[in-house]
């Protein structure tokens, strides 16, 4: 089972669609949860870190359930803009810190 | 400001052939990470530094892998002998440590490697 799980997509969704992205993690110990964006032949850059209440950047919003060991990432009023790869990511103190990447959410969005 | 800067950007070589992929990580930072990604794997990590010392290396793939920081700006990673099934895009990242010891990444151009 690899150490964080997402649902490869590709999603393809019209402008101005609400979309959602899912992602579990495997080791209890993590403690840093992040979105990590990555557009086509491009390298990945961060989106937004994840905290534990919750929380939102304009039209981003991330939540984390730590007893279910599940990230989400909420995207509203896609744009043509928003079409990516979005790979979730953990670090755990027990694994010297070292950022788990899943494989990614290929969104594409549609005019 | 310079981000991380990787060369070269684009690298054909034969089977066999000696590769090395060179980084240099924002200045003051203190973490440096050699990443491959592949369509199979993903994104991998390779091997991280920390003030220029090798902290993990558990995922460099063999001995044909071997990377080194001999100062704070400068890292290579080099294969030798390279196999086609080392073809895969390589990044470095660097990250600054702070109250929580491991933030934010930032990721170079990456070196988009094709072994013949």
């Known amino acids: 089972r690899k150490e964080v799980e997402q649902d490869p997509g590709p999603f393809n969704v019209p402008e101005g669609a609400t979309v959602a992205f899912n992602c579990t993690y495997s080791?209890?110990?993590?403690?840093?949860f992040f979105w990590y964006r990555q557009d086509c032949r491009k390298e990945p850059k961060l989106l937004m870190s994840?905290?534990?209440s919750g929380n939102e950047d304009g039209r981003f919003t991330a939540q984390l359930n730590r007893a279910s060991q599940y990230i989400s990432l909420l995207i509203r009023d896609s744009k043509l803009s928003d079409s990516a790869t979005y790979l979730c990511?953990?670090?755990?103190?027990?694994?010297?810190?070292?950022?788990?990447f899943g494989q990614g959410t290929e969104l594409s969005v549609k005019p | 400001d310079a981000g991380v800067i990787q060369s070269p950007r684009h690298e054909v070589t034969e089977m066999g052939q000696e590769v090395t992929l060179r980084c240099k990580p924002i200045?003051?930072?203190?973490?440096l990470f050699w990443y491959r990604q592949t369509m199979m794997r993903g994104l991998e990590l390779l091997i991280y530094?920390?003030?220029?010392?090798?902290?993990?290396d558990s995922g460099m793939p063999e001995d044909r892998f071997s990377a080194k920081m001999p100062n704070a700006s400068f890292s290579t990673l080099k294969i030798q002998p390279s196999e086609p099934r080392d073809s895969a895009v390589y990044f470095c990242?660097?990250?600054?440590?702070?109250?929580?010891?491991?933030?934010?990444?930032?990721f170079g151009p990456g070196t988009r490697l094709t072994v013949l």
């Open positions: 990242a660097s990250s600054l440590s702070g109250q929580r010891t491991y933030n934010e990444q930032f």
């Open positions: 080791n209890s110990a993590s403690q840093s």
């Open positions: 994840v905290y534990s």
């Open positions: 990511v953990v670090s755990s103190y027990n694994q010297g810190g070292k950022l788990i």
């Open positions: 200045s003051g930072h203190d973490y």
């Open positions: 530094f920390n003030n220029n010392v090798p902290i993990d």
